[in-house]
């Protein structure tokens, strides 16, 4: 039969402003997250990570919290712009494990 | 900058035909990846490959799928008999010295079964 897909949390922000994607992990003993966009028809790539001994990690206009209690990550991107557009997948890498587990991802839209 | 290529972009099988997907890691990297997305779904783990060997694999990673590196630079997912459900993007990812590490991901192969 057909498979219908996933229907991804979305959001849509003014060109100029921030916005804020949040993504629930699984593994409470998880100790490293990874942020990566996907561009339609595009691998993931990657934006930032962040190891669970950090709680916040900055980089260029994208920023990392990390909130262990709550098990719970979210990616702010300052001064979005058109490129910015993707779905933005959260990944979290368990203890011992080589592989990354991914989130739902959330689609950004970014408004002229 | 370096980068994960895979090849082809676009593979069209028909069911019950076998294919191999081929991916270049970059070169340095140890560890080897493969995970596969669904239409409109999360991209799943399906293996990964350290030192010549399967380190760890999903539950979908079963005996229709096998992974080798027949040489220092090419990295292959064979899917035996495919299914229609096997339609998907198929991803190579690469990692240097640890898993504790940045995954790069090529642009994937598109398989569709038809």
């Known amino acids: 039969g057909e498979s219908v897909g996933l229907h991804l949390p979305t959001l849509s922000v003014q060109e100029g402003d921030n916005s804020i994607i949040n993504c629930a992990y699984s593994n409470s003993a998880s100790d490293y997250f990874i942020w990566y966009k996907q561009e339609s028809g595009k691998g993931p790539q990657f934006i930032i990570d962040?190891?669970?001994?950090?709680d916040k990690r900055q980089g260029q206009r994208v920023t990392v919290l990390l909130n262990k209690t709550v098990k719970h990550l979210s990616l702010q991107i300052a001064a979005t712009q058109p490129g910015d557009s993707a779905v933005y997948f959260c990944?979290?890498?368990?203890?011992?494990?080589?592989?990354?587990?991914f989130g739902q991802g959330t689609r950004l839209t970014i408004n002229p | 900058e370096p980068e994960v290529t895979q090849t082809p972009s676009h593979q069209v099988t028909q069911m019950g035909q076998e294919v191999i997907l081929r991916c270049v890691p970059i070169?340095?990297?140890?560890?080897f990846y493969w995970y596969r997305q669904i239409l409109g779904q999360k991209v799943e783990f399906l293996v990964s490959f350290y030192n010549n060997e399967i380190s760890e694999k999903s539950e979908i990673f079963d005996d229709q799928f096998s992974v080798e590196r027949p040489d220092g630079s090419n990295f292959t997912l064979k899917i035996r008999s495919t299914k229609l459900e096997d339609s998907a993007m198929y991803f190579c990812a690469s990692n240097p010295r640890t898993a504790k590490n940045i995954q790069y991901f090529g642009a994937g192969t598109r398989l569709s079964v038809l």
């Open positions: 070169s340095n990297h140890l560890y």
């Open positions: 962040i190891r669970s001994n950090m």
């Open positions: 990944a979290e890498n368990p203890p011992g494990a080589q592989k990354l587990v």
